[in-house]
């Protein structure tokens, strides 16, 4: 999908660049490494986030905190940054969500759960996570207390649990896997434990219409798909490559025509 998004902001920015894919082995990242100073960037996905930041020069302050590295700018020496969260938060954003003061209930503690924890907490809005392996969200409270000071409260992944959280709620975010494709009929929370006045936003892009968004139309709430997130974290890395205004629009419009291809 990255590939799909970038060339089609080039494409309106008339700018000469590409963006290629390289399936880089897990014994073979130090060598793509030491020759990656013929990119103006990268971005970097699993399995390389938190190994790539050995052979980086800095890093951004968002990237230290959250400890995993997806966007890297390479001008003499490179620089790592961590556009997840703010993908996140800037999707809110464009659809009129304030983020600071909200409560927002996360689900999920795994690496996108993390981005965006962080990215919510730094922006003043107060977080709760709830994962299936209740110790990883601990841990992840315990991350953002000691490297910040802010407090992020833990929840039990169950049903009264959550439905209680949701009824203190602003926001709802699916930062887990539940409801992607091919098992697209299941959701990580029942449809009668969501509340009209909640804003529901889903990273799971595959379905583009997710189990999960579905329900929450149903019960009356706001939705956002996860094409908000992926468009967002792609467009701040141009912006951090290439110091332009990325054209979110047209982004988005490739990447919908690319998962409507697989339809
Ligand atoms: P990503 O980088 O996309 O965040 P990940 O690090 O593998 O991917 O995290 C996947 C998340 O989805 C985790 O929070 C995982 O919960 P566990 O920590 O308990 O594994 C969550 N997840 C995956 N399948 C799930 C399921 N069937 N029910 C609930 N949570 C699930």
Not at 7 to 22: E, N, V
Not at 195 to 215: F, H
């Amino acid at each position: 999908m990255s590939a799909v998004m970038h060339a089609a902001a080039f494409r309106k920015l008339k700018l000469p660049c590409t963006y290629d894919l390289f399936d880089v082995g897990e014994g073979d990242l130090g060598s793509f490494m030491e020759r990656a100073g013929k990119f103006a960037g990268l971005n970097v996905t699993i399995p390389h986030k938190v190994a790539v930041m050995e052979y980086l020069d800095e890093l951004s302050r968002e990237a230290e905190l959250i400890g995993a590295v997806n966007t890297i700018k390479i001008n003499g020496g490179k620089r790592g940054y961590n556009t997840d969260g703010v993908g996140c938060t800037r999707a809110l954003e464009e659809n009129r969500i304030e983020v600071k003061g909200s409560k927002v209930l996360v689900l999920g503690a795994g690496g996108a759960a993390r981005a965006i924890v962080y990215q919510l907490a730094l922006e003043g809005a107060e977080v709760s996570a709830a994962n299936r392996t209740r110790d990883k969200a601990v841990e992840l409270a315990y991350d953002v207390k000691e490297k910040t000071g802010l407090e992020i409260d833990v929840l039990d992944f169950n049903d009264a649990t959550i439905k209680k959280a949701l009824s203190e709620s602003n926001i709802l975010i699916n930062a887990t896997s539940v409801g992607m494709h091919p098992r697209e009929d299941e959701t990580p929370v029942k449809k009668n434990l969501m509340n009209p006045d909640l804003v529901v936003m889903d990273l799971v892009y595959n379905p583009l219409k997710t189990k999960l968004l579905r329900d929450a139309k149903d019960v009356g709430c706001r939705t956002i798909d996860g094409v908000g997130m992926l468009v967002n974290q792609g467009a701040e890395s141009l912006r951090i490559w290439l110091g332009v205004k990325p054209p979110t629009e047209e982004m988005r419009k490739a990447v919908i025509d690319e998962l409507r291809k697989g339809d």
